[in-house]
Each structure stands twice: as structure tokens, then as C-alpha cells.
């Protein structure tokens, strides 16, 4: 019972980063997938060169840099600062891909027919792009979100302390040694299906309301 209580200590520190981590690589991805998806071959260059890099550095290597090498004037980055900041950033590359793959799916005739209706820009994005592109997104957009919420076990490398933290303190501590891990890993199960559900029923019910 001591061992389940100390895994679930680490329990919202888990949900603050991976939840913080998935907003700060929603919105940076916007402006990256815009930039993959130009015309100008310096933006696209720039774009495409950032995503090759945040993706090419495994995660823990970018924790490490910002919460050991980056200081802005006196202000240190905390553990949990650089562990969200570098998951977030690194998610961005990902899903800036997710969204171009999904935009990218849109038939090619959906654009030309905009066009030749003579919608604006914000109606074939909100009524015609969008909800497609929403369907098409929320299944890997879920399944980078599972992976996140393993992933985010990385910043307890730099001593924030999410599950695996605590987990590790408690085996060092008592001895007992991977039971506690079986425990924190019946933790992310517990997580990740219920996730997993949603995905599959919003799937479900976006198809459903496309066809009709």
C-alpha cells in the first residue's frame, strides 16, 4: 500500500508535464506546419530545418541543455520548467508533422471547388479544411499524446518528480526493488486506455457526422 501511495505522489507532476508539454507543442506547431506548408523557399527551408533538428535530438538531450545550459540573465530554469519546455518543444516537431500529413490528406479537389466558389480563406479553413482535418488528426494526435505521457518519465532524469521519480526514490529507499516498477507501470495502463477509448469513440463520432 506505501509503495502504491508513493508512485501516485508522482502522479500529478506526470499529468502537469505531459498536459503543459501537449499544449506548448499544439500552439508552437501552428506557425511550423504554416511554414512547411509555404511557398517561400527560405520559410519552408527554415521550417523544415527546424522540425529535422527537434526531432534528430533525443528528448532527454534537449531536458539536459535547457535546465544545465540555459540561463536568461540571474533566472536558472527549474527541473520541471526545462522538462516541460523541452517535451513541448520536441512534441512541436511531431505534431507539426501530424497536422501537415493531415492537411496534406485533403483532396486536392476540396481546394480547387473552394476556389472556384470564391470562399474566403477563414470559411475553407473553418467549414471545409478544418473538420476534415480534425478527424483525420485525432487518432495520432491521441496516440503522440499516450506516447507523451510515457515520454514525460524523461524529465525525472533531471529531478522532477513525476512517476518514475518517486519510483525510483522508493526502490533506493526500501529495497524492494522492481515491484514498485510494476506498479508505476499498472499507473500508465491505467492512464493511457481510458485515452486510448476516447480517441477511438471521437473517431467514431466525427466519422459519423462527416458522412451524413
Not at 541543455?65 to 527549474?78: D, E, F, N, P, R
Not at 496534406?104 to 480563406?121: H, N, V
Amino acid at each position: 500500500m506505501d509503495m502504491l501511495k508513493v508512485v501516485m505522489m508522482g502522479l500529478p507532476m506526470t499529468i502537469v508535464v505531459t498536459v503543459l508539454a501537449l499544449m506548448i507543442g499544439s500552439v508552437i506547431a501552428l506557425p511550423i506546419v504554416a511554414g512547411l506548408r509555404s511557398k517561400n523557399k527560405l520559410i519552408w527551408l527554415l521550417s523544415r530545418g527546424l522540425v529535422d533538428i527537434l526531432r534528430g535530438v533525443p528528448p532527454v538531450v534537449w531536458l539536459f541543455i535547457l535546465y544545465y545550459g540555459i540561463t536568461i540573465g540571474a533566472v536558472k530554469l527549474s527541473a520541471l520548467q526545462a522538462g516541460i519546455i523541452g517535451l513541448g518543444v520536441v512534441a512541436a516537431a511531431y505534431l507539426a508533422e501530424i497536422f501537415r500529413g493531415a492537411i496534406s490528406s485533403i483532396p486536392k479537389g476540396q481546394w480547387e471547388a473552394s476556389s472556384a466558389l470564391g470562399f474566403r480563406q477563414a470559411t475553407v479553413w473553418t467549414r471545409i479544411v478544418g473538420p476534415q482535418t480534425a478527424r483525420s488528426v485525432i487518432p495520432a494526435y491521441t496516440t503522440f499524446a499516450i506516447g507523451l505521457l510515457k515520454d514525460s518519465s524523461i524529465a525525472s532524469t533531471i529531478g522532477v518528480s513525476e512517476i518514475v521519480f518517486m519510483s525510483n526514490q522508493y526502490a533506493r529507499q526500501s529495497g524492494e526493488g522492481i515491484m514498485v516498477f510494476f506498479v508505476a507501470a499498472a499507473v500508465y495502463i491505467v492512464l493511457s486506455v481510458p485515452l486510448g477509448l476516447l480517441s477511438r469513440r471521437l473517431d467514431i463520432k466525427m466519422r459519423k457526422a462527416v458522412a451524413r
